[in-house]
């Protein structure tokens, strides 16, 4: 999961152009993500500090251009003993944060049309968690800041359970479901990581301040803003993108009809990752926002541990065999096993069959089957879905 | 919705012979329906009752053929003001029953292999609802017997919530979720119809006496065992059947992980009708049953009157044009229009995007879909579903 320039560490000099990079933009956009690409972080800092860019990138960082210092951002993570995470990095989360470009690639023509932000220039880290040890296996637990007696204690039954599993629980940070989530996965001795809408120096809100503080002594806690940004609404929903991003899937506990944590499922949606989501009585407020994940949006029922670590592992990174690599099951985990035995190999199903043969939930088959497709090692045809060994030797089952 | 049956009144003697038919077998097997279908409904009954068989139709009625007697059948019905309603009378759900069919035509050779009851032979109808208008817009509503506070309210309101929308609610008379579904809508004066695994006569259980004599009073009480019969757990399972197949959808309110209901969704899910479950917290055992219709069979979340109006409309008869016939879209249900709406003419979607786009769950999207298809107006390629409009003139919206 590391890059090929893991094996260069990261210069001094470039990693202070991505802190440059990151604090310079409001967010990570378009424009300076092209010139990042077209003539390095090192230039592009360069050029932006000294104003030879078009009027686009112009626009987006005149108002700091002359006021980012680097060195200062270095010094104020320090204090609180947090770091910049930058790409190149062992550990950068580049597979995770791919998607979260595709809006740039898709652009019609060079300019305009991206009105989201986009992958960060850097995660400023607070913590001593590793970051590829937390992120490869974790899941988010987000939710309304209001919730019941009721949301509360499942939040906490389920984040402790699948703690004790091995799996980081991301959050947010704030009242509620996501200090619920924290809270529960320091009690199980669990890791747990907050991703914040402001700077890891500055631990909001208030009243989670000594949360926080115990998430970044035994976890991490992570942001794209560097250090001093305080919180605004846009930054909370640009920091939605991140929990989505950084997660194999997003949980929601309980949410009311608008409620952040349905931008996070959305965000996680946008991207492909699997969204789970808490029932709970129809009499409840709390639980509109989660019922309507589930009935518009396909979002998968959580009702127990084993259901969250089956969301989260559906889409772990050994799921898929390498496309061109070995195509023995061996590798996979059980859920991608358990569709791949169910599809047929010749003729085709639909995703309800294969999700009723399996004994997997649909909305997580059809995850499955979609990453299936993009490895080449399952086709979709008129008559729905099958599987295309390449020879039946390598497909064979390794005995259970 | 009438069959050609229907201008010529059924005559008392066939009446008769499948009041004798119902009676004599315990369930409707492929072989007499087999016999029925090769010599009337008369000659079967007479071949029956003089041993005039193969050896499997003899085996399925010898313990009873003798003692079966259709007038004493009739007298008993009469004194609850009941009757018997058989194939051809007016208000036979024919096109309703006619699924429950299929695992005889499915058969390979002529013999074997059907281990579950098939359509009834005739249907005890004690009550004056008239069946044509009670069933055509209908919706179940089951669950457990021992229900939580919670379930048995959200039973009331949304029973006498989709009463008061002029659709008639079925259940099966138990105590519970059943009961409390029966209650509310003769509170909220709608029409409510009970369908029995033992006869008419016998309204059981017995501590429902009273409120099933109510149904009976304003709606109607119906079952497939003649008059007299006591009921046994297999006479349950059978019963499910009809409660199925009676009604264009399903909604289980609570269920354990092994309760009746389920079997009921089960057979919904076979006649290819949609099940809606109410969901609940995941601490509640009683809701263990419907959260896992959600998550493993894709029932549709039901958290209001409207989402089971849409559930129920989804199947209604007005929601495909007949093949053939007109295709302009003004007599299609809301439902569906929708999901003609969301349908491109090229190309393809996939369900989840078509469910996305007309806002409607996805386990509806696909129950339309393949209605649609059946009709021949939609059609399923290598890219996805798509509309096949005979002619863009006749695919014209109405104005709305």
């Known amino acids: ?4 320039e893991a094996d260069t560490p990261v210069s001094p000099e470039v990693r202070a152009a991505y802190a440059y990079l990151g604090a310079v933009t409001e967010r990570s956009t378009a424009q300076v993500w092209d010139l990042v690409d077209a003539v390095g972080p090192l230039e592009a800092a360069a050029r932006i500090r000294s104003g030879r860019v078009d009027d686009e990138v112009a626009g987006q960082t005149a108002a700091r251009r002359h006021r980012v210092d680097p060195r200062e951002l270095a010094e104020r993570a320090a204090e609180v003993g947090a770091r910049l995470l930058v790409p190149g990095d062992p550990g950068w989360p580049a597979v995770a944060l791919e998607p979260l470009d595709r809006p740039r690639r898709l652009r019609r023509g060079g300019t305009g049309g991206v009105e989201t932000a986009l992958r960060p220039f850097g995660l400023w880290w607070r913590g001593p968690a590793h970051p590829a040890d937390v992120l490869e296996r974790s899941v988010a637990v987000v939710g309304t800041r209001a919730p019941t007696a009721y949301g509360r204690a499942v939040t906490a039954d389920l984040s402790a359970g699948v703690a004790v599993e091995g799996f980081t629980v991301i959050s947010g940070g704030a009242f509620g479901i996501d200090a619920a989530a924290h809270r529960a996965v320091l009690g ?3 890791t747990t990581v907050a991703i914040l809408a402001g700077g ?5 809100p208030r009243g989670n301040e000594a949360l926080l503080g115990a998430v970044a002594e035994t976890g991490a806690v992570v942001s794209d803003q560097p250090p001093g940004t305080g919180v605004t609404r846009y930054r909370f929903l640009d920091r939605n993108r991140l929990i989505a991003a950084l997660t194999p899937a997003t949980l929601v506990v309980e949410a009311a009809a608008r409620s952040g944590a349905l931008s996070t499922a959305t ?4 991207l492909g990752r ?6 709970g009585p129809i009499t409840s407020v709390s639980s509109v926002g989660t019922h309507l994940l589930a009935r518009e949006r396909d979002a998968t029922l959580v009702t127990r541990t084993a259901d969250l670590v089956e969301l989260a592992g559906s889409m772990g990174e050994t799921a898929v065999p390498p496309s061109g690599g070995a195509t023995s099951w061996d590798g996979l985990d059980d859920t991608t096993r358990r569709v791949l035995e169910a599809l047929p190999t010749t003729g085709g ?22 990453r299936l497709l993009g490895a080449g090692v399952v086709s979709r045809g008129p008559q729905g879905w099958r599987r295309t060994g390449d020879g039946g030797q390598q497909l064979t089952l390794p005995a259970t």
């Open 200 to 204: 890891v120096d500055r631990l909001y």
């Open 267 to 270: 965000w996680a949606r946008v």
């Open 1 to 4: 999961m590391t890059t090929h």
């Open 188 to 190: 199980a001795g669990g």
């Open 274 to 279: 699997p969204v789970g989501v808490v029932p």
């Open 349 to 370: 199903a639909a995703p309800a069959e294969v999700a009723a043969s399996a004994g997997i939930a649909p909305g997580i088959t059809r995850a499955v089957l979609g």
